[in-house]
């Protein structure tokens, strides 16, 4: 027996008792080794696919971890230049207030006011 359809209805107190009645002994263990090998067969099938779609998502994983260590690493260059930038900027602007001061004192000078 491949299928077993189930139907439920209410109860209407036909029998006093019902009974099972099974088949010679070794019938029925071999219809019940089939039907354990058949669900045995589904299950190693069910943990083939589970392992393929595992692999599947470890590789998808590990692309993923690749495409995050190149944006940390662009992260870490952007960062980079932004310090080097703000570094000449300052040293930049250091210079002309210095050359303004400069200037201011030398103005002054001619000016009489020191």
């Given at each position: 027996m491949d299928r077993l359809e189930v139907q439920f209805e209410n109860f209407k107190a036909e029998f006093e008792y019902f009974e099972i009645k099974r088949g010679?002994?070794?019938e029925e263990l071999?219809?019940?080794?089939?039907?354990?090998?058949?669900?045995?067969?589904?299950?190693v099938e069910?943990?083939?696919?589970?392992?393929?779609?595992?692999?599947?998502?470890l590789e998808k994983q590990d692309k993923m971890l690749e495409k995050q260590d190149m944006m940390l690493e662009?992260?870490?260059?952007?960062?980079?230049?932004?310090?080097?930038?703000?570094?000449?900027l300052k040293s930049f602007m250091e210079e002309r207030f210095n050359r303004l001061e400069r200037e201011i004192e030398i103005i002054k000078a001619k000016l009489g006011m020191l």
């Open positions: 010679e002994w070794h071999g219809e019940r080794l089939d039907a354990a090998g058949k669900l045995l067969y589904k299950s069910l943990g083939e696919e589970s392992v393929s779609i595992g692999k599947k998502m662009k992260q870490d260059d952007t960062i980079g230049e932004i310090r080097g930038l703000r570094e000449d």
